[in-house]
């Protein structure tokens, strides 16, 4: 079983920033990709970006040129570098990864952006 634990949400205005990480702890060996996912009240959980064990990268066309996802294998822990947040930015934010046994979720971080 793999554990996400999640942390660095918080409040922020709008045109700040902010980094989110995720920490995988357990049965790591089956780590490959993670990606972060966000959802608001009345919405399907959404792709934000993706990373490959690899370190290659994917997002979505809202995060795209703000967002950076990176990975430290070392330390097991995946990160979502958030700048110029703006309002609809505002989301409960899913550390999410996949290996050979399945797809894990985190527990979600609330990240608030103030207009």
């Known amino acids: 079983q793999v554990q996400l634990v999640e942390s660095g949400g918080g409040l922020v205005q709008a045109g700040g920033s902010l980094r989110l990480s995720c920490a995988a702890s357990?049965?790591?060996?089956?780590?490959?990709?993670m990606a972060w996912y966000r959802q608001t009240p009345g919405k399907q959980r959404e792709l934000v970006a993706s990373i490959t064990l690899g370190g290659a990268a994917t997002y979505a066309d809202s995060a795209k040129g703000r967002f950076t996802i990176s990975r430290d294998n070392a330390k097991n822990t995946a990160y979502l570098q958030m700048n110029s947040l703006k309002f609809e930015d505002t989301a409960v934010y899913y550390c999410?990864?996949?290996?050979?046994?399945?797809?894990?979720w985190g527990q979600g971080t609330q990240v608030t952006v103030s207009s």
């Open positions: 999410w990864a996949v290996g050979v046994r399945g797809v894990h």
């Open positions: 357990g049965s790591i060996f089956d780590v490959n990709g």
